[in-house]
């Protein structure tokens, strides 16, 4: 089993930057694909970024291309987000997630991942 613990997030204003951490447990990390999901209120849950095992294999919703960058350091059991010229419509909870599909299948959301942090609130104001 993996236990996902966040951080990161907050509150900043469009334009600027974020990043977020998630950080594993186990020793089995790195057998998992690790994907960033967020949703907003009202909304459904939406993929965000995704990365397969040894990070050779990334995915990136349409809307963050260019902005967003999914990352992975195995040695530190660690995927970090990194989240540039933030925009209100980035506002959301933002939730990492673990599974054992490949980084376009949890994107397409067409992979369930198995294990889920605990949520990180980013808000961006105008």
């Known amino acids: 089993q993996v236990q996902l613990v966040q951080s990161g997030g907050g509150m900043v204003q469009a334009g600027g930057s974020l990043r977020l951490s998630c950080a594993a447990s186990?020793?089995?990390?790195?057998?998992?694909?690790i994907g960033w999901f967020r949703q907003a209120p009202g909304e459904e849950r939406e993929s965000v970024a995704c990365i397969s095992r040894s990070a050779t294999n990334t995915y990136y919703a349409d809307s963050v291309k260019g902005r967003f960058t999914i990352s992975r350091d195995n040695t530190k059991n660690t995927v970090y987000l990194q989240m540039n010229n933030l925009k209100p419509g980035d506002t959301a909870g933002y939730y990492c997630a673990a599974g054992l599909g490949a980084a376009s299948a949890m994107g397409a959301m067409t992979s369930i991942p198995l294990y889920w942090g605990q949520g990180t609130q980013v808000t961006v104001s105008s």
């Open positions: 186990g020793r089995t990390f790195n057998t998992y694909t």
